[in-house]
C-alpha cells in the first residue's frame, strides 16, 4: 500500500486560509496536488485555518487542530509549508518541548514531520511590524487587510480609493502625523461594495485582526530574538526556505508595474511599505553559511544588502536551512498573487512591485519545493 503524504499549508500574517471562493493558496495547493499525481505520490494538501493576527504560539495551536482533524488516522509523514509568519508558527510547532496548551500534546504528530519549507519567512523579524505597532499603521493594517480581500474578489480596488490611499501614503509623515478619518472613510467605502452576507463574514476577520494582534510585536527584530532563542531545530525534519527580493522603488520599477494608472497608484503603496521594510537594524541581520551565502550570490548575481527585502520582509531575515530557490519576487508572488489574468484559474495582484514574476517562475519555485518534499521518499 502506497505511503500517504500529509502537506500542510500555512498562512501568513492576516492570511485567510478560506473566505467564500478566495483561497490565499489556492494556486500552490492547485499545483502540488497535479504535480504530486504525476509523480505517482499519494497526498492530501491542507490549507490550514490560522487566527490572522493571534501569536505564533495561538497559530501553531491552529495548526496542531488542522493535523489532528486530518492525520490521526494512519501514520504517513508530515510536510509543513509556511508562508511568512506561517514558517514560524511551523517552527514552534515541531520544537522540542513546545507547550501550545494544557489539552494539546504536540509529540505524535510533530515526530511524524519529516520537511518544513518556509517561503518568505521572517525568521529575523522585520521592521514593518515594528511600524503596524503605532497608530496609523493599526489603522492602516486593517485597511491592507480588507485591501486583500478586495483584489482578491473583485481584481482592482476602484480607482477612486487606490488614489486616495496612495495620496494619503504620499503624504503622510511620520512628525506631522495623519487623519485618522480618511482611512476610516476608505475601510467604509471598500467593505460597502459587498454583499450583506459577505460583509457579516468580512467584518468577524477583521474584527479578529483588531482584536487580538499579539503577532505584531512578536514579529519585530526586538520581539522575534525571544522566539529564536527558544525554538530549537528538530532533528530529523530536514529544513528549507524560498527567499524572495523584490525591486525597490524606482523609476524603473514604476515602468515595469505598467502605465495604467491603477498599477502606478497601487505601487505607491508597495513603496510605502517597502520604505518601512528597509529599516532592518545592522545588528539584526544574521549570519549565514557558507552554502547558504553561496545560493544567495549565485542566485543574485551578489549578495543582497541589508535594505533588501520583498517589500513586507527584508531578504536575508527570510534565509533557515538549506536555501532552496531565491527568487526576483515580491512577498506574494511566491503563493500565485501575481498579475496573469489570462491563466486559468487567473493570477491576482494586489502588491503590485514590478517584479515580473509569473507563472513559468512559480512553477520552477514550487517544482524545486516538490523535490525537496520527496528528496527521501
Known amino acids: 500500500m502506497a505511503t500517504k503524504h500529509h502537506i500542510y499549508l500555512v498562512p501568513g500574517f492576516f492570511g485567510f486560509a478560506n473566505l467564500g471562493e478566495l483561497l490565499y493558496f489556492g494556486h500552490v495547493r492547485d499545483y502540488f496536488v497535479a504535480e504530486m499525481a504525476r509523480r505517482g505520490v499519494e497526498v492530501e494538501v491542507v490549507q490550514v485555518l490560522s487566527h490572522p493576527t493571534g501569536s505564533i504560539r495561538t497559530r501553531a495551536a491552529d495548526l496542531y487542530r488542522a493535523i489532528e482533524a486530518s492525520a490521526k488516522n494512519d501514520d504517513g509523514p508530515i510536510h509543513l509549508i509556511g508562508h511568512s509568519t506561517g514558517g514560524l508558527d511551523s517552527r514552534l510547532f515541531i520544537s522540542p518541548g513546545a507547550m501550545l496548551g494544557d489539552d494539546i500534546d504536540v509529540e505524535p504528530y510533530a515526530r511524524r514531520v519529516r520537511t518544513l519549507v518556509t517561503v518568505s519567512t521572517p525568521h529575523s523579524g522585520t521592521p514593518l511590524a515594528t511600524f503596524f505597532l503605532g497608530l496609523f499603521g493599526q489603522k492602516l493594517l486593517q485597511l491592507l487587510s480588507l485591501f486583500t480581500v478586495y483584489v482578491l474578489r473583485f481584481g482592482r480596488l476602484p480607482l477612486s480609493v487606490a488614489f486616495r490611499l496612495g495620496s494619503v501614503l504620499t503624504r503622510w509623515d511620520e512628525q506631522l502625523g495623519f487623519r485618522p478619518t480618511i482611512l476610516d472613510q476608505l475601510f467604509e467605502q471598500l467593505l460597502g461594495d459587498f454583499s450583506v452576507e459577505r460583509r457579516e463574514e468580512l467584518v468577524r476577520f477583521l474584527g479578529d485582526v483588531t482584536n487580538d494582534a499579539s503577532l505584531v510585536p512578536q514579529l519585530t527584530p526586538e520581539g522575534i530574538d525571544l522566539f529564536n532563542a527558544s525554538t530549537l531545530d528538530r532533528p530529523g525534519v530536514r529544513y528549507g526556505s524560498v527567499i524572495t527580493q523584490a525591486r525597490p522603488p524606482s523609476l524603473r520599477a514604476r515602468v515595469s508595474a505598467g502605465l495604467d494608472p491603477y498599477a502606478q497608484i497601487t505601487h505607491t503603496v508597495y513603496g510605502f511599505l517597502y520604505g518601512r521594510t528597509q529599516r532592518m537594524p545592522l545588528t ?48 506574494l508572488d511566491a503563493i500565485g498573487h501575481f498579475d496573469q489574468p489570462s491563466h486559468r484559474p487567473p493570477h491576482v495582484d494586489w502588491l503590485i512591485s514590478g517584479s515580473g514574476f509569473r507563472r513559468l517562475q512559480f512553477e520552477r519555485l514550487w517544482s524545486t519545493v516538490v523535490d525537496f518534499v520527496l528528496l527521501e521518499t
Do not use: W
Not at 291 to 307: C, D, I, K, N, W
Not at 310 to 322: A, E, K, L, N
Open 284 to 331: 539584526a541581520i544574521p549570519l549565514h553559511t557558507p552554502a547558504q551565502t553561496a545560493a544567495l550570490v549565485e542566485a543574485y548575481g551578489a549578495m543582497p544588502g541589508p535594505q533588501a527585502c520583498d517589500g513586507i520582509v527584508p531578504t536575508r531575515s527570510q534565509v533557515y536551512g538549506r536555501v532552496l530557490t531565491a527568487v526576483r519576487a515580491d512577498h
